[in-house]
């Protein structure tokens, strides 16, 4: 157990819905990442968060936003959906900004299924 | 393009024996390697990680190996057990990735090592 937790495990919806993917951190931990892990992309960088504030954006959809809460879980939001958005989400914590030494933990993940 | 490369999309090695798993980047800026072990339906499990001043570090049945002038890395699993049986993922920090951030990964594609009894 890597102490980062995820809700939910599994998500079922429609075309054109909107959801929402939580996550809360290890204890002491200030950055939470988002990850997307789709068939035939490998794990995907999305966005991170350090302390509340936004850090760094990957290959995030303009559809997708996230934010981090003052007690440090943080949720991501897919709006919009389309079929191509199925896929695992993880969700990641580090104490520190991220860089050297600054090992990710990852959540079990929720998996998203688009119909 | 792919950052960070393995190229090896699965491998089979017997009980006891040493299973290596390969790993190439390109960025020379990452400074910060990673080794995550993910089972099916799970979350990527950190594994051991290497920082670009060491060639070497190892924990317990772990080694892993950098050679920073081929940027190659290698996880080193002796002996191998049936319980190894996953998908490794390599992944790299550093550098200025996305919006200024060293911290988010670039994740390889993975390799699927089987031990067989």
């Known amino acids: 157990d890597s102490g980062v937790t995820q809700t939910p495990k599994h998500l079922i919806t429609a075309t054109g819905q909107r959801v929402t993917l939580r996550c809360s951190p290890r204890s002491g931990d200030l950055s939470v990442y988002w990850y997307q892990q789709s068939l035939d992309q490998g794990l995907q960088f999305l966005i991170q968060y350090y302390n509340g504030e936004e850090r760094a954006k990957g290959n995030i959809l303009e559809r997708f936003s996230a934010q981090q809460f003052p007690d440090l879980h943080s949720e991501l939001n897919l709006s919009s959906l389309e079929l191509g958005d199925s896929a695992l989400y993880f969700c990641?914590?580090?104490?520190?900004?991220?860089?050297?030494?600054?090992?990710?933990?990852f959540g079990p993940g929720t998996r998203l299924t688009v119909l | 393009d792919q950052q960070v490369k393995q190229n090896s999309p699965s491998l089979s090695v017997q009980e006891g024996r040493i299973s290596i798993l390969n790993c190439d980047y390109t960025?020379?800026?990452?400074?910060?390697f990673l080794w995550y072990k993910k089972y099916p339906a799970e979350g990527p499990t950190f594994l051991i990680s290497i920082s670009s001043i060491k060639d070497k570090n190892e924990d317990g049945r772990f080694t892993v190996f950098l050679n920073k002038s081929a940027k190659h890395l290698s996880l080193h699993i002796v002996p191998s057990q049936p319980g190894d049986s996953a998908v490794y993922f390599c992944a790299a920090s550093g550098g200025l990735n996305y919006g200024g951030s060293q911290g988010n990964l670039i994740f390889g594609k993975g390799t699927k090592l089987s031990v067989k009894p």
């Open positions: 990641a914590s580090s104490v520190w900004d991220g860089g050297l030494g600054d090992t990710q933990y």
């Open positions: 960025n020379s800026m990452f400074d910060y």
